[in-house]
Structures are given as structure tokens and as C-alpha cells.
């Protein structure tokens, strides 16, 4: 008898610590043991009441410091006879404020005055809407006392200051979630595809592409030991717009990509034997992009086809004697695709001079609406950010667009023999419902013949 | 008092030391308990003074001593805490200029900083605040540099010359323990730019945002044309030593050096950031008629714009527009791509660049009308 009470004393400690530890599985299998005897009620921490299907475990916390005390928050005494003062919220209801956090400010007659939480807890109620007046003594707001949201919230917001501070700009896009929980992206990941959506007018709240990965990585190893949550976030109506239009673009279009490669050897060379000569007199730096938007436009008079758009209400192909052709221009604000105008009768430094105004209209946030619409063919340069190779994606409702890549020394046969040569791999995305595959390949060929040598513009070849 | 005076100014005489041990001992050094500072900031960079005003009130002991800090900036609108600043200032005008925008942390209205523009802060424990008493050093210090300028403060802590003229106004902020006011002095500043900045951007706006009271403004020069800067800083400290009953010379500081205030380059960065300049603003809304135009029919048409924007973002926006102008698919889609885009102008031309992009003809026409006319509200 003795020996077995002791067994089951044993047992029972046993299975007691597994009920405290909160493991219900554990809790079930050791209630069938002490079923055989009787309900037990335990004094501080655990009671069992037999339920029809099962047994359920309730846990009751009597200790002081749990007891939830709502305190209301009165205006402090203004300074120097002042009477009133309007009221800035800093914290909203159901914000949790740790104590001399500050809740709100007070600015009356030109101070600012602020005023801090007096203890740590969740914010119940705003008593004063925001700009309204208060005077001294005026309730303010309510505080519930003690411990608020579990701190694994505030974990990545103390990270994200000290980490998000090295590169200002990407703390000012981070993308404005509703419950700024952590500064990982969850929703894309902070690298697209670079040619297929370099095209694209994206929100401020985007990627920083070069900037967005270095920080999310870092704070991985840090905030994933601390939760493994999600967060959800939603969709900006300007990505919901332009995802919309891509994916009508695929399923309109039949599109197709050729590739290509170009020698930048001689371009290199020129740019280099002309650089201070047309700064001089040009007062702008001379880049490769004027080279490629010129052999675009050239190429585009000589192929009308490329240039040209299907309707797909009317079922006509619209033509077009003009060439606009869109460039895409990073600013710290995000991607932004203003459209060079009549192309086809600029010379390089017309080209650049206006890529240079676009590009300071963008940084100055001066770009207007008509600096942004139109366009009939795209180019976009994957190569500043390192791309080799890829596909990039149309930008409705244009016909094709030309992807440019990273150039990179390979080694290349020239004239039977093995050379290292600044290599471009460049790429045609086209819609074959309006071009075929010999005029997209001219074409291309035609970009390559014009950059590989600009003599050839010379000489109407 | 000699010997005060080395122990203060010993560690700033070890000529090549180091800077951190410099700065550090200005405020730590516990010889001078009843003492005060008188800085002077090297920067121009109104973010960076303002970095430093917030790294000064935030890690110095205040109950100790008092501080002044001097500095001037590079051609800027700040305003203040609680204030909108497309109400407060012009800022296409200000974007065309290059002139940036600051928030400030205290409170009050908009002013425009140039170098011609001396800015003085008070430091003081909460105690110790005195704005009165601050202003006196100000005007007092003139009176004796000129004594015919007739220089006076008023209630509202403006300093005015003639009677009639504001050559200083005044903002402050308490916190917890600390305290801290400041204020301008036009020596010298561009008033013609001062005027055009300071008026509104955008007519239409209801908001509770601190308003500005506008004066007419002038500079000390315009009247005591002989008052050289170093004279005015000069004067300015001595008076400050006179009325605290300190002696102290003035200290220049660099608001960049990390190692003498650590933290202030991320305080920096969090004043420039778009989230404080613009996302601080209190709530309001825009109501207003748009004029819209289709020039090829030459026919027109009225339609009423409501906005509300929040934290700098739009909240909610409605477009009463006729169904025959333009299909309501089209509007609906302009009001639903501008909602949670900040308020800018170049952003709102971004989305509609968007929107454009599938239509054509007479559609095309009349929505590149409209996104137009929206932007216009906002510029």
C-alpha cells in the first residue's frame, strides 16, 4: 500500500510540473492517471474541472501584479502663467508606452512642451482629440498599467533605428505597414528580377534594390532568433495597378526575348578620347546610354514595326513616325521612367543633354505627368546593378523593349584568334503578334552594328 | 576664478589633443559645478544643428549649468513642431530654389534661416527657464553695441525695433527635466527671398495645425549698417556672462564629430528623413472645385475634390466628377491609387502616368486633364 501511494505521489509531482510547463498533451495523458482517484483542486496554481470529452486545465494568477489598474493622466502645470495649450498625440489607443515614454505634446505660446507616460502599460483612452485644447489639470488620457504587447515587437523597432540609419534614405521608404512590426520585407523579396520591372513607375514605398538587402540580411540572424511571426502587409494600390497591367501584357502579348551581344570596345574608347572635350562643352557628363538610345532610334525609323503598337479594340496596328523612347532613371526616391521626346532627329549630345534634365527634374521631384506618359519603345539597363543576362518584360502598351546588361571583360574571337573584350549582352523582348522573329533579330543586330561602331550612323549603312 | 578658468580651458589648449577628450571634459567636468557654455556650432547644415540642439538636451546635465549655443544655417525653411508646412510655405518655390525644409522639435511658427540669420539657444533645467530673462541678453547686448536702435521684447517673446519691426521671434521646448528656447536675430538675411517662401502652397487647406502670425520683418543692418557679425556674437556673449554672472569664452563645436556626440548623425538623419518633415503634420483635408478642360472639343467641366491626408499621406480622396466627361472606372481608379501615396506632387504624376498609360483619344485627353488639375492642387 505504502509503496504504491509513494508511486503515485511520484506520478502525481510528475505530472504537475508538466501541467505547470502549459504542455497539454503531457496534462491529458497524466490526468487518466489521477482520474482513477479523484478531481483535485491544488490550492495556488492548478484546477481541473472534468469536462464531457476531455479535461480542461485552469489557470488561476492571483498575484498583485497582474491586477490591471487604469490610471487617468492629467495636463501638467504650464510654465509662466500660461493657460491653455493644444494637444499633438504621439501614441495612439492600444499603443504600449514603457514609463517617461512620451505620449503626447502639449504646445502652448510657441513651447512645445512633452509629456511622458508615468508608469509602463497600454494606452485605453485618448480624452482630448488631437489639436484640441487643454488646460492645466485637464484629463488627458488613460493608461492601463502593466505589461502591454509581448517585447519581441519592440525587439526589431530598437534594431531598425540603429540599422536603418546607415542608408537614411531606405528608413524613409521603408514600406508603410499598419503595425510597423519589423523592417524585413515579407512580402517581395527586395531584388526583382531588375530588367523585368526596371520598366515599371514604382511607389516611394518600394525596393531600394541596391540599398534593402544589405539591411533585411542583417537583421535575419538578430530577429529571427526572436520570432518566427509574419507580417502582413497590404498591397500598395500603385503595385496592385502596375501587377495588373504586367500580368494583361503576358497573357495579350506573345512575348518572346533574342539575345545578343555587343563589344563595347570601341564606344569605350571614344567615350574616352571625347569625355573632357564634351564636358567642356557640354557642360554634362558623356555616358553609353546616349549610344544606345541613338542606335534604338535608328533602328526603330529603320524597322516601323518595332515602333509600332497592335489596338487590340479596333484591331489596328497604330504606326507611328515619332519615336519617344522611355529610359528608366533611379532617384533616391525610387524608379521613376520619364520619356525622351522625337528621338529620331537628336544627335549623342541632344540625347544626353535631355537624360541629364530628367534625371535632375526626377532628383528635384519636379518631374511632371507629361515628363512620365507615352513613350513607344523602352529601354532599360540592368547593368548598373551588376546584371549579365535576363529577360525584360514589356511595358504595355508599347511592342517591345530592349533589356541592356552589365559589361564584363570575356574572352571573345576576334579574327581567329582568342581576345579579352568589354562584352554587353543585350536582349529584345517583342511582341511576335506584330513582329517576327527576322525583324527582331534585324533590329538587334542593328543596335549592335551602331554601337560596336557609331561610324555607321555616319554613313546610313 | 583663475584657476577655474585653466581647468576649464586647460584640456582646450592641448593644442593636437584629442577632440573627443575636448568636448567631452566641456560638459563633464565637474570643477565647474555652478558654471555655463558658450558654443558655437562650425556647421551650416540646419539638420545637423538641429541633431545637435536634441543631443545637448537629451545627454548634458542641465541642473548644473546653462548653455548658450550659436549657429547659423544655409538657406532653409523650418518649421515648427506642430505646423503643415504646404499652408506654412511655398514649396515649389522652395524645391525650384533648392531650399530645403526642416522640422524643428519645438514648438511655434515658420521662419526662414539664412546665414545672414544668427539663431541662439538657451539651455537651461526646466527651473531654470526664463524666456524673459533669455531676451534680455539679447536686448541689452544691442543697446549697448547701438544704443539708438530702440530694441524692446514683447509678451508674445518677439523682440521688435522701432516699435514695429520683428528682428527676433522665439520657440522652446520642455522636456522631461531639461529645457531648452531659442531664437532668431536677423542681422542680414535675404528678406525678398523671406517674403516669397513664407506663403502658402496649397489655398484650399483646412487643418488645426499651428498657424504663423506673419510680420513685417527687418534686419539690424538695414539700420546700424556699420554692425559687423563677429561684433554682434561678440556682444552677445559678453552680455550672456554679464547677466548669468559667468565668464565664459566662446567654444566653436562640430555637430559631425560622432566621437564628441555619439548618436547625432542618426539624429541628423531622422530630421531629414520624409517620415519627420512631412509625415509629422497633424491631420487635414483639401476641399476644392476643379477646373477641367478638354481643348480639342473646347468643352469644360466642374468637379469637386475632397482629400483628407494623414501622418503626409492620403487618407481618403473623392472625386465628384459628371459620368459623361470622364466613365467613373476611370476617376474611381485616380482616387484609388492616390490613397496611402504621400502627399507630393511628384508622386501623384507618377500614378497618373500609370493610369495613362492604356488609354488614348478622347479618354486619354480629359484623365491627363484631370490628373494635371490634381497635381495642381498639391504644388
Known sequence: MLSHSRCLTRNFGRSLSAIRQGNNVLARRSTSVLSAIHPITLNNSVKYSPRSSGFQIQYFRTSVAYRDEVITVKTPAFAESVTEGDVRWEKAVGDTVSEDEVVCEIETDKTSVQVPSPAAGVIEELLVPDGGKVEGGTPLFKLKKGAGAPKTAEAPKAEAPAATAPPPPSAAQAPPPPSAVGPIPTTMPPVPPVPAHAMDTKPVSAIKPTAAPAVPTAHAEGVAKAARTESRVKMNRMRLRIAQRLKEAQNTCAMLTTFNEVDMSNITEMRKAYKDAFLKKHNIKLGFMSAFVKAAAQALTDQPAVNAVIDDTTKEIVYRDYVDISVAVATPKGLVVPVIRSVEGMNFADIEKAINLLGEKARKNELAVEDMDGGTFTISNGGVFGSLFGTPIINPPQSAILGMHGIFDRPVAVGGKVEIRPMMYVALTYDHRLIDGREAVTFLRKIKSVVEDPRVLLLDM | ?379
Open chain 2, 1 to 379: 576664478m583663475s584657476s577655474q578658468l585653466s581647468r576649464i580651458f586647460s584640456p582646450l589648449r592641448a593644442g593636437n589633443g584629442n577632440q573627443l577628450n575636448r568636448t567631452r571634459s566641456l560638459f563633464f567636468d565637474s570643477a565647474n559645478s555652478r558654471a555655463g557654455l558658450v558654443l558655437q556650432s562650425q556647421s551650416t547644415d540646419v539638420y545637423q544643428n538641429l541633431a545637435l540642439e536634441d543631443w545637448i538636451d537629451a545627454h548634458v546635465d542641465l541642473q548644473q549649468r546653462s548653455i548658450l549655443l550659436l549657429w547659423r544655417n544655409r538657406p532653409v525653411v523650418v518649421i515648427g513642431r506642430h505646423q503643415n508646412p504646404w499652408t506654412e510655405c511655398n514649396l515649389s518655390a522652395m524645391r525650384r530654389l533648392g531650399i530645403p525644409l526642416a522640422r524643428r522639435r519645438s514648438g511655434g511658427g515658420t521662419v526662414y534661416h539664412d546665414l545672414g540669420n544668427l539663431n541662439m539657444t538657451f539651455f537651461a533645467s526646466k527651473k531654470g527657464y526664463d524666456r524673459q530673462r533669455n531676451l534680455k541678453v539679447v536686448t541689452e547686448a544691442l543697446r549697448r553695441l547701438r544704443p539708438e536702435l530702440a530694441v524692446q521684447s514683447t509678451e508674445r517673446f518677439d523682440i521688435l525695433l522701432n516699435g514695429h519691426y520683428k528682428i527676433s521671434g522665439t520657440a522652446s521646448r520642455l522636456s522631461r527635466k531639461s529645457s531648452y528656447h531659442h531664437c532668431t536675430l536677423l542681422h542680414s538675411a535675404d528678406r525678398s527671398a523671406l517674403s516669397s517662401l513664407l506663403r502658402p502652397s496649397c489655398p484650399h487647406i483646412q487643418s488645426n495645425a499651428t498657424p504663423s502670425i506673419p510680420s513685417p520683418v527687418t534686419n539690424l543692418t538695414d539700420h546700424a549698417p556699420s554692425l559687423e557679425w563677429e561684433e554682434l556674437l561678440d556682444a552677445l556673449v559678453q552680455q550672456y556672462n554679464r547677466e548669468f554672472g559667468l565668464s565664459c569664452m566662446s567654444t566653436m563645436v562640430d555637430p559631425t564629430n560622432e566621437s564628441s556626440f555619439p548618436g547625432v548623425s542618426n539624429m541628423a538623419a531622422e530630421l531629414r528623413s520624409w517620415e519627420w518633415t512631412f509625415g509629422k503634420t497633424p491631420k487635414f483635408s483639401i476641399e476644392t472645385q476643379l477646373e477641367l478642360m478638354d481643348e480639342q472639343l473646347d468643352a469644360r467641366c466642374s468637379a469637386s475634390l475632397h482629400m483628407e491626408v494623414k501622418s503626409g499621406r492620403v487618407e481618403s480622396c473623392r472625386l465628384d466628377i459628371t459620368e459623361d466627361w470622364l466613365p467613373l472606372k476611370l476617376s474611381k481608379q485616380l482616387t484609388d491609387i492616390l490613397i496611402g501615396e504621400r502627399f507630393c506632387p511628384h508622386r501623384v504624376a507618377a500614378s497618373a502616368a500609370e493610369l495613362l498609360r492604356p488609354e488614348s483619344g478622347r479618354l486619354y485627353r480629359r484623365l491627363h486633364n484631370l490628373c494635371e488639375a490634381v497635381v495642381a492642387v498639391m504644388d
